[in-house]
């Protein structure tokens, strides 16, 4: 029961809202003082909890003295209230990020250092899912674990009509393994060239926001371990950045 009570505040119901409508799905249709007694809502505030479950369209009221309670089947009330829900999460989604993207580039945020694999991959995806207009790849080296993914994130891109560079290596080493990076890349529709890059994987999206990640290199095979990525959207530096991409672009 601490289980439901908990999911139903999580998704927007008060403390005694959930306990009334918990008590209301066990009884199928009570009064008041009955539901009050059996979910230990106070009286004087039960009336109000129950108005309120009905203009959550969980449960309807039956007009008479005593006015009666109703509980929807769950089944339907529920995927109404978690289609709404959906509805309003993908209204404030898309209103959020319109704010955030016009702010982003008046703001500089602090340069934020990322450690560990897991959570420098989620941030790479991340990025990537959020490009809008272009994104800007240099690629030294890449994992394994990693080619899946991020194909299937560049290709939601492409099918989105957005613009993706790419420059890359065209082989490396990882934990004494080739990885052929244009064998990775041949069926994509991206502008790719290949040159002696680093060991390192720079993202850029839209111009406004840059995530540089370097891999221990003891000179012949690149380590997995030991990762770590920068984070930030100051416009001079990822400017600074972007100009030496185009730079190496060019003379390709």
């Not at 991340?126 to 990693?146: D, M, N």
């Not at 080739?178 to 994509?188: A, G, K, N, T, Y």
Request: charged fraction near 25%; charge should be neutral.
């Amino acid at each position: 029961m601490e289980e439901i009570l908990g999911i139903l505040t999580q998704l927007g119901l008060t403390e005694y809202e959930s306990k009334a409508y918990i008590s209301l799905v066990s009884l199928i249709n009570a009064k008041a003082d009955e539901i009050s007694k059996n979910s230990g809502v106070p009286r004087s505030k039960i009336y109000p909890v129950l108005e309120n479950l009905e203009k959550k369209d969980l449960i309807k009221i039956k007009q008479g003295r005593p006015l009666e309670y109703h509980v929807i089947a769950p089944e339907i009330s529920l995927k109404n209230y978690e289609e709404n829900i959906i509805h309003n999460i993908h209204i404030l989604q898309q209103k959020l990020t319109r704010i955030y993207e016009e702010k982003l580039p008046h703001v500089n945020t602090p340069i934020i250092t990322v450690e560990g694999l897991d959570k420098i991959l989620k941030k790479e995806y991340e990025i990537i899912k959020q490009t809008k207009k272009i994104l800007y790849l240099r690629i030294g080296f890449i994992l394994p674990s990693e080619i899946e993914n991020i194909k299937k994130a560049l290709n939601k891109l492409i099918n989105n009509g957005i613009k993706i560079r790419i420059l890359a290596v065209e082989e490396c080493e990882i934990d004494g393994k080739v990885v052929s990076i244009r064998d990775i890349f041949e069926d994509m529709d991206v502008e790719i060239k290949y040159k002696q890059l680093p060991s390192a994987q720079l993202i850029i999206r839209d111009y406004k926001e840059m995530f540089l990640v370097f891999a221990e290199n003891s000179g012949m095979s690149i380590s997995n371990s030991n990762m770590v990525g920068l984070f930030n959207t100051y416009s001079v530096i990822i400017s600074n950045y972007l100009s030496a991409f185009n730079k190496q672009w060019s003379k390709l």
